[in-house]
Nanobody, 125 residues
Framework: QVQLVESGGGLVQAGGSLNLSCVVS????????MGWFRQASGKEREFVAG????????YYGDFVKGRFTNSRDDAKNTVYLQMNRLKPEETAVYYC??????????????????WGQGTQVTVSS
C-alpha cells in the first residue's frame, strides 16, 4: 500500500513563499510519476505541477508562470513544491498524488491511483 503525507502548508501573505513536501511510502518510489493538485472551496480540483518518475520532465499549470518549482529526492521518497509570489486566489487545499501506472498523463487526475490527505495553503491579501 502506498501512502502519501503532505506537509508545509500554512498561512502566508500575498507575495510570500511556501515549500510543500510529500513523503511517500513504498519501495519503488523512484518509479512513480508524481503530481500536485489543488482544490479551492466550491471549485474543482486543479492541476498544479507534475514530475516524471525519472525527474527529467516537469509540467506546470498555465497559471504558474515560473513561480513554482516541482522537484523530487528519491533517496528520501519525497517530492517538493516550492511556491513563490503566492496570490490570495491560490488559497486552497493542496494535494500530492502518485501514479504507479506504466503510461500516464500527469496533468489528469484519472491517471493517479494514490492521493495524500492534503495540506491547507492560505494566502492573505
Amino acid at each position: 500500500q502506498v501512502q502519501l503525507v503532505e506537509s508545509g502548508g500554512g498561512l502566508v501573505q500575498a507575495g510570500g513563499s511556501l515549500n510543500l513536501s510529500c513523503v511517500v511510502s513504498g519501495r519503488t518510489f523512484s518509479s512513480y510519476g508524481m503530481g500536485w493538485f489543488r482544490q479551492a472551496s466550491g471549485k474543482e480540483r486543479e492541476f498544479v505541477a507534475g514530475i516524471s518518475w525519472s525527474g527529467t520532465s516537469t509540467y506546470y499549470g498555465d497559471f504558474v508562470k515560473g513561480r513554482f518549482t516541482n522537484s523530487r529526492d528519491d533517496a528520501k521518497n519525497t517530492v517538493y513544491l516550492q511556491m513563490n509570489r503566492l496570490k490570495p486566489e491560490e488559497t486552497a487545499v493542496y494535494y500530492c498524488a502518485a501514479t504507479t501506472r506504466k503510461y500516464y498523463d500527469l496533468l489528469r487526475t484519472a491517471f493517479y491511483n494514490y492521493w495524500g490527505q492534503g495540506t491547507q495553503v492560505t494566502v492573505s491579501s
